[in-house]
């Protein structure tokens, strides 16, 4: 009788874990990137602290909503986004007027949907060229 009671016990156990677990892949479903809607529409990465690192990023589907985590690089250029990926040409020469030089750059990527402009220009202050530090690095080899 004992023996009975326990295997009864251990079959409704197992039923009840194999249901319960059912459930959790349905749920998965639902959400992930597995489920029906195919035209996932994604807002910027937005960090949890300051103006860089880990973050999240909302995306949109019908009445789907999902959150996910990102991050946005420390080195990023805001004016731009972290979702742009440019390919740059050299720095031009030092505009003596301005102090600045600057270079183009042409869209390589956008990521999660982001609106991007096809080419981007950047600035960049001129740097003086010191003769005393190139002085002191042909030094140090000599010794």
């Known amino acids: 009788m004992q023996h009975r ?3 009864l016990l251990a079959l409704l156990t197992l039923l009840a874990l194999t249901s319960a677990g059912a459930k959790k892949k349905d749920k998965v479903k639902k959400g992930g990137p597995g489920s029906e809607c195919a035209e996932w529409t994604w807002g910027p990465c937005t960090p949890s602290s300051k103006d860089c690192g880990v973050g999240f990023r909302e995306g949109t589907c019908g009445s789907q909503t999902q959150r996910i985590r990102c ?3 420390c080195n990023w250029k805001k004016e731009f986004g972290a979702d742009c990926k440019y390919k740059f ?3 031009g020469a030092c505009d003596g007027g301005t102090g600045t030089k600057a270079r183009q750059g042409t869209l390589k990527k956008a990521r999660y949907n982001a609106q991007c402009q096809e080419t981007i220009r950047v600035t960049k ?3 003086p060229k010191t003769k005393a530090k190139a ?3 042909k ?3 000599k010794d």
């Open 5 to 7: 009671g326990f295997l």
């Open 125 to 127: 202050p001129c740097t």
């Open 135 to 137: 002085k002191a690095k």
């Open 71 to 73: 991050r946005v690089p």
């Open 139 to 141: 030094g140090k080899g």
């Open 89 to 91: 040409e050299s720095w």
